[in-house]
């Protein structure tokens, strides 16, 4: 085969494939500070959540994300009525991937259609995903503190020519599909961990005071 042959497969790849690529948002840097010395116990969602729910999957990544930049002492996952805590933090997360909408799905997959697949190195799926984040703070049966967070993370891959006839029907969440989406999966985990951790972080003085706990300060003369 000569070498404008080979050239012309080479070509033909190419626009039928796309460039396959994505965009998708530095993690955040966990800051390490002293931990607040506390000892919690975590619960998720309800008492009866399930192993599957949103509030588990995300909530044990925020339980890692706490321990490696040390926002308390120590984290008791799970928490049982009677082991020796400062609090409990009940931690409920919801949400999901929202859709593109129709008109983008159809703009986006006519300009890769039209161009033979050449658009699909510059255009491709965007996809959002949104977390609403709750946490509350309980010693005994009362309440101390809550905080909430709303965690938005949209990251973009490539589509080819062939992944645009499909374009149009696909979802973010079919299993098939699934495992693209890892990297987003674990940049909205961090981020939630991330963003909670620094409300949590920022009123550290009120809630030791609320639970009693007084830290030594220096005493200057």
């Known amino acids: 085969m000569n070498k404008l042959g080979s050239l012309f497969i080479v070509l033909i790849v190419f626009v039928v494939s796309g460039c ?11 800051i390490l500070e002293a931990p607040i010395p506390l000892r919690m116990g975590v619960i998720f969602g309800n008492d009866t959540a399930s192993t599957d729910s949103i509030s588990h999957i995300y909530g044990l990544a925020v339980i890692k994300g706490w321990n490696e930049m040390r926002l308390f002492d120590s984290l008791i996952y799970p928490y049982q009525e009677g082991d020796r805590v400062d609090a409990v933090i009940r931690i409920t997360i919801t949400g999901g991937w929202e859709d593109e909408g129709l008109m983008r799905k159809t703009a986006v997959n006519l300009a890769i259609m039209l161009t033979l697949g050449l658009a699909g190195n510059v255009v491709g799926r965007n996809m959002t995903v949104i977390h609403d984040a709750l946490v509350v703070i309980n010693k005994s049966s009362d309440e101390i503190v809550r905080h909430s967070v709303q965690v938005t993370s949209t990251i973009e891959l490539g589509v080819g020519l062939l992944g645009a006839l499909t374009y149009w029907r696909e979802s973010p969440l079919t299993a098939e599909h699934r495992d693209r989406y890892v990297a987003g999966y674990e940049l909205q985990r961090k981020r939630i961990a991330f963003e909670l951790a620094k409300k949590i972080r920022a009123d550290r003085q009120n809630l030791l005071s609320k639970l009693g706990k007084f830290q030594v300060k220096d005493v200057v003369p």
């Open 20 to 30: 396959v690529w994505q965009r998708i948002p530095a993690a955040p840097e966990y």
